[in-house]
C-alpha cells in the first residue's frame, strides 16, 4: 500500500502595504474633547478622556479609550482598524462598554490621504428598534492633531454631525 504525503508549508507572512503604514500614524498616546448633540434645541455636551493606540503586526490598530461619556458617566471604547486587501477596504469595529452592540467599519482614504472616511449600520437614535446608517469621519489636521466626527444619515438624504472629537497627541 502506497501512501501520499502532503507537504504543508508555513503561511508567508503578510507585509504591510500602504495602506496598513498610513494606520501607524494613529500609533501612539492622545487626549481628547468631545462635543456630542443629544436632541434638538438641547446645548452641545462636553466631554474629555484619553486614548492609547497600539499597532498589531504593524496591519492593524486597536485604540483604546477611556473617559466620560454624555448620559452614560465613564466609560471604555475600543476600535479596531486595518486594511483589508481583499476588499482594498478599511475596515474595522468599535465597541463600548456602554453598549452591547458591535459596529463594523468599512471605509476608504480620500485623494489627499488626510480624511479616512468609516461607514457603518447600527441602532437608530430614536429610540426604536430601527437601524440608521452612520459614518465616522477621521481627519488629521497635522501629525499630532486629529478630528473625528460622527453622523447619522437623516430621512432627507443628508449626513446630520452629531458628535465632534479633537484628538492631540501628548
Not at 104 to 111: K, S
Not at 145 to 158: A, C, P, Y
Request: hydrophobic share 30%; net charge negative; proline share 5%.
Amino acid at each position: 500500500m502506497e501512501t501520499t504525503q502532503t507537504q504543508q508549508t508555513a503561511p508567508m507572512p503578510v507585509q504591510p502595504q500602504k495602506e496598513h503604514q498610513w494606520l501607524q500614524k494613529l500609533v501612539g498616546e492622545w487626549t481628547y474633547e468631545s462635543e456630542a448633540l443629544m436632541g434638538p434645541d438641547q446645548p452641545p455636551v462636553k466631554s474629555t478622556g484619553t486614548e492609547t493606540v497600539r499597532s498589531l503586526g504593524g496591519l492593524w490598530i486597536l485604540a483604546e479609550g477611556q473617559g466620560e461619556m454624555p448620559c452614560v458617566g465613564h466609560a471604555t471604547t475600543l476600535m479596531t482598524l486595518g486594511y483589508d486587501t481583499q476588499k482594498q477596504r478599511y475596515v474595522g469595529t468599535w465597541l463600548g462598554s456602554m453598549m452591547t452592540y458591535l459596529w463594523q467599519y468599512e471605509g476608504e482614504l480620500d485623494a489627499s490621504e488626510t480624511v479616512l472616511t468609516l461607514h457603518n449600520e447600527g441602532p437608530s437614535m430614536t429610540g426604536d428598534e430601527t437601524m440608521a446608517k452612520y459614518k465616522d469621519v477621521i481627519e488629521f489636521k497635522s501629525d499630532d492633531h486629529r478630528v473625528m466626527t460622527s453622523h447619522m444619515l437623516r430621512d432627507d438624504g443628508q449626513w446630520q454631525c452629531f458628535m465632534t472629537a479633537h484628538y492631540r497627541r501628548k
